[in-house]
């Protein structure tokens, strides 16, 4: 069975999905199969896209006009059809760039072969640039990463609070904003300064 996807960038009506319906009607979509989206491509959240794949069943064949109407980007693209190749799903792409995939036939997974090398060389140029740019941040002095959550006001409030018998601590951690594995980390379960919360409170002095 055929099913096609199609998708427009505004949902105020500016844009039609005319154009691309014709198509995948013409390519032997059913006019009942087809499934819309009015959402920006770089959305997480399309949900007649998430409707259309958990439809498709082994065997079917997902048609699209264009390659930029499917995926995010390029990776997202790779792993949605890797996804429906592991399915026994094939993907067919009418024209643009990517006009010569048709993963139902040889020529065609050659094409996305090659697309998932270049995901994966994409993957690899931005690891090594953030690999780099930690690098350069620690030479200047400064590291890398997710800040702490845990401030020294709330350290000190937390010291305040564990040694009390009526503190709830998974009250205290939703108060603060901070995770139980970040509270005991920092301070005892009887309020005693542990070694992080320690440094965390000589770095501000």
Known sequence: MLVGY???????????TDLQRDALLGAGVDREAVYEDRA????????????????????????????DRLGRDLRHLV???????ERGIGLKV??????????????????FGIFAALAEFERELIRER???GL??????????????????????????????????????????GITRQTLYRHVSP????RPDGAKLLSKRR
């Open 6 to 16: 199609v998708r427009v960038s505004k949902a105020d009506g500016s844009q039609t």
């Open 40 to 67: 920006s491509g770089k959305r997480d959240d399309r949900p007649e896209l998430a409707a259309c794949l958990k439809a498709l069943r082994h065997g079917d064949t997902l048609v699209v006009w264009k390659l």
């Open 79 to 85: 792993n949605i059809v890797h996804d429906l190749t």
């Open 94 to 111: 009418l024209t643009g760039q990517g006009a010569a995939i048709d993963t139902t036939t040889a020529s065609g997974k050659l094409v």
């Open 130 to 132: 953030t690999i780099a």
């Open 135 to 176: 690098a350069s941040a620690r030479a200047r002095g400064r590291t890398g990463g997710r800040p702490y959550k845990m401030t020294p006001a709330k350290l000190r409030l937390a010291m305040a609070s564990m040694g009390k018998p009526e503190t709830s601590v998974g009250d205290l951690c939703n108060e603060l």
């Open 190 to 193: 009887v309020g005693e300064l």
